[in-house]
């Protein structure tokens, strides 16, 4: 992988309910810019985001995966993030290292409470929302049902179609750029006309990006007021600067089908166009934990205190693989840097990033950038690591108190001796996840978000090495 200074990278967390089909739109954005060769399917057990036994056990994201995509000369770091209700300490996680977040909605079903846990995550982080109305391939799915409910659940977002469909379920065969007012057939780039039959809807998508567009800006607004109309340039820049701002709270919409890899090209696009570089993103920072916010203003550099943050741990029988969002500063193989949260030093080993459980080295980490660093000797999701002389945490999401407990028991003595250290590292892992002995009923406890959740903690812990039985 070639090396990517901070303006040409870009963050995004892939977020959304569950079967909404996240997962499946990275794999097609690795299919398209030629990272893979062959697409995977989810059902099948063979996607690059889901390659853990778990996940494709039960054809279920769990966790986290990093996905660089490479193209047009700049570098997409996507965090496809799951939607399971149980595992969205991991989407809190993604969300807090992203600089905007790519909602997938189904274009059947519509918003559903994982797209209601995404928005407020991004309110909670202030992380700009592009919105991708997937699966319009399938029946019943209907593009303008779809955004007519995120428009009445989500009353307080301006929400702008930016490709619309051509056709619906069997006959989905391509999407309209209203900006560029061309027409994209199949999975190709190439743009051609509009269809007769659909001038009128583009034309009147292209009229209110327009005015949306113009009402973000007051310079627009009196330009618009003057001429009644925006030139594509001024549309262009206007939509850009209000789809990087997430106080403007305008969210561009875009129609696809992942699976068929239609529309797929013009999103990638827009993750580059219309995302913050890292550069120009602030960051909340404490002087304690739970103490004020404060922020680290733009521009973030490489010139700038190393100031990293841990949003993802993944242990195996080969050991714990960390990962980081650098914010500032600039990092080779090899450094060392402090672990605010637990007051000791890191000296870091080989740096790289991860395309799903691929291993690809890294000679230099630039400001913004995200990367993997293995057997690091006690650092833990939702850690800060610095420079030495700087003395600021990043701030860490706020997760919900667990709600479901189950008693858990060594199988044999040799699980016994075990039990507390690997119960331990799954915690370190995950914020979500807890364990306490209860001395009145003399037990240890498990606590999660779920029976999910916990399964899977049981699952894990079995594949570590300590074999566990449970009791409620």
Do not use: C
Not at 456 to 470: F, K, L, Q, W, Y
């Amino acid at each position: 992988m070639k090396e990517y200074t901070t303006d040409q990278l870009r963050n995004v967390a892939l977020v959304g309910h569950q079967g909404a089909g996240k997962t499946s739109l990275g794999e097609s954005l690795l299919f398209a810019t030629g990272a893979i060769t062959r697409m995977g399917k989810v059902e099948e057990g063979n996607t690059v985001a889901d390659f853990d036994e778990d996940e494709r056990d039960r054809s279920l994201s769990i966790y986290t995966a990093l996905l660089p995509i490479e193209y047009n000369d700049h570098k997409v770091n996507v965090l496809d993030a799951p939607g399971y209700v149980d595992f969205q300490g991991e989407a809190r996680n993604a969300m807090r290292v992203a600089d905007a977040a790519l909602v997938v909605v189904d274009a059947v079903s519509g918003p559903e409470v994982g797209t209601e846990l995404s928005f407020d995550y991004a309110a909670e982080f202030d992380v700009p929302l592009l919105v991708a109305i997937n699966k319009m391939d399938r029946d019943n799915a209907n593009f303008e049902n779809a955004l007519s409910a995120l428009e009445t659940r989500f009353p307080d977002y301006r929400f702008v179609p930016i490709l619309l469909p051509i056709g619906s379920q069997a006959d989905f065969s391509g999407v309209i750029d209203v900006l560029a007012m061309k027409a994209y057939t199949g999975a190709g780039t190439d743009g051609g006309d509009v269809p007769a039959d659909l001038q009128d809807s583009a034309e009147e998508a292209r009229l209110q990006l327009m005015e949306a567009v113009a009402e973000s800006d007051d310079a627009l607004l009196e330009k618009y007021f003057e001429t009644e109309t925006l030139s594509e340039d001024e549309i262009r820049q206007g939509l850009l600067s209000a789809a990087r701002d997430a106080s403007k709270k305008l969210v561009p919409v875009f129609a696809l089908s992942a699976t068929h890899s239609i529309g797929v090209i013009p999103v990638l696009d827009a993750l580059i166009d219309y995302v913050l570089p890292p550069s120009m993103r602030r960051v909340a920072v404490q002087a304690d934990r739970g103490g004020d916010v404060e922020y680290l203003e733009p521009p973030q550099s490489d010139s700038g205190p190393v100031v990293g943050y841990v949003f993802h741990s993944h242990t195996d029988k080969y050991g714990t693989l960390t990962y980081f969002r650098l914010f500032s500063g600039t990092l080779k193989g090899n450094d060392t840097l402090m672990n605010l949260d637990g007051g000791h030093d890191e000296r870091l080993g080989s740096l790289m990033t991860m395309r799903g459980e691929t291993q690809i080295p890294l000679d230099v980490v630039h400001a913004g950038d995200v990367a993997v660093v293995a057997k690091l000797r006690a650092t833990h999701t939702g850690q800060t690591l610095a420079s030495k002389g700087f003395t600021k945490y990043v701030t860490q999401p706020r997760f919900a108190e667990p709600v479901y407990a189950v008693a858990v028991h060594p199988r044999t003595q040799s699980d016994s001796a075990k039990m507390g250290e690997v119960l331990t590292d799954l915690t370190n892992a995950d914020p979500t996840l807890r364990w306490r002995q209860d001395a009145a009923l003399k037990q240890t406890i498990l606590e999660g978000s779920g029976g999910t959740h916990i399964d899977i903690a049981i699952s894990r812990a079995e594949r570590n090495g300590v074999g566990m039985d449970t009791s409620i």
